[in-house]
């Protein structure tokens, strides 16, 4: 037994370029999974500058000088930033606050639906129905602690922010202007003989660039097409389900199931059984029936080649580890294991 263990182990990891790219791996997990809270802004500067990267590239296929791409694509980003600090974030704040000023009203009517379930469903006894409904209660006052702890929590982090709001933008523009210093530095401690490395890094390159640029613009057209029918049928705080809604596509499949909740609780608040609930939530429904069934193959058709058990199972793993990083990244890291996975042959290759 011990023999072929041996063995196993010496026809997969007896090429030195194996042993550097799990080195380069387990060095890159352990700097995010124990320094990850320190290092927030320097990989939040390095994504960022990552995902900026590939609109430089495609300015420069206009026959554009780098620099200039650069300042257009840095442009472009403080741009954005401006639009969501100064237009969204406000609007978003003001309509949290309303929504847990309203908490309790909306607590209240959801106990009163759950009170009329034994007069149409007389299967269901009052007993049960009053056990339901304090269970219901007790979440959803949870639910409202939380919110306002969340509140109070984040009025302590506005120093924090601001800090980052400089940082961040100081960091991105660094990193790309002075992209290939950099690079060349950090060449310097990596060993010469890395060619399974790179080649593991190139096809994680290609895919993950366009995930991640793909993502962001799901996440902005997912968000403006919620944010329409429910600002035209007048919904309460439509730019914060909209904003949810947007954000729900960074976890694949459960996040689009997950915010159906508050949206459809809300529209009940507000319209009850009428046409007007039904209407929103056809719209609602056919907006994300168009995210999973026209954008999603149209955007990530060539990058996420994976069974949605193997992507459900990623989410889960990485977001266990590294929190909304991991949730975010799910996909590109399980991509990275694929990628190192179909790279072993080549060291049986060479081993023999």
Do not use: C
């Not at 109070?152 to 002075?178: E, G, I, Q, R, W």
């Not at 992209?179 to 060349?184: A, G």
Request: aromatic fraction near 12%; charge should be neutral.
């Amino acid at each position: 037994m011990i023999n072929v263990i041996k063995g196993w182990f010496e026809k997969h990891f007896s090429d030195p370029q194996a042993i550097i790219l799990i080195a380069i791996l387990v060095l890159g997990a352990i700097l995010v999974l124990y320094w990850g809270t320190i290092l927030t802004p320097v990989l939040a500067g390095i994504i960022i500058a990552y995902v900026l990267e590939g609109l430089v590239k495609r300015f420069s296929s206009f026959g554009m000088p780098r620099f200039i791409s650069f300042l257009m694509s840095y442009t472009l980003f403080l741009t954005a930033l401006a639009l969501i600090l100064f237009g969204l974030v406000p609007l978003v704040i003001s309509q949290v606050s309303q929504l847990v000023i309203d908490f309790p009203q909306i607590l209240n009517k959801v106990q009163e639906l759950i009170l009329t379930i034994p007069e149409k469903y007389p299967m269901f006894a009052d007993q049960e129905i009053e056990k339901m409904l304090g269970s219901f209660s007790t979440e959803l006052v949870s639910v409202g602690q939380k919110l306002v702890t969340v509140s109070l929590s984040s009025a302590v982090d506005v120093f924090t922010v601001l800090v980052y709001l400089v940082v961040v933008p100081l960091l991105v523009f660094f990193l790309l202007k002075d992209k290939d210093v950099i690079l060349n530095w950090f060449r310097r401690f990596l060993p010469v003989d890395r060619g399974l490395a790179y080649s593991v890094w190139k096809e994680v390159d290609a895919k993950m660039g366009n995930y991640i640029r793909g993502k962001l613009l799901e996440i902005v057209i997912v968000g403006v097409a919620t944010f329409i029918p429910l600002k035209v049928m007048g919904m309460n705080y439509a730019a914060t389900m909209s904003l949810l809604v947007g954000l729900s596509v960074i976890i694949p499949y459960v996040g689009a199931v997950a915010v159906t909740i508050p949206v459809a609780m809300i529209a009940w608040f507000q319209w009850g059984a009428t046409s007007d609930f039904v209407y929103l939530m056809v719209a609602y429904l056919t907006v994300q029936f168009m995210d999973g069934n026209i954008l999603v193959p149209l955007l990530f058709s060539e990058v996420v080649n994976m069974h949605p058990a193997a992507i459900i199972i990623s989410v889960l793993f990485f977001g266990g580890l590294w929190g909304v990083w991991g949730v975010f990244f799910a996909i590109p890291l399980a991509t990275l294991v694929q990628a190192v996975i179909n790279s072993w042959p080549s060291i049986q290759t060479q081993s023999t």
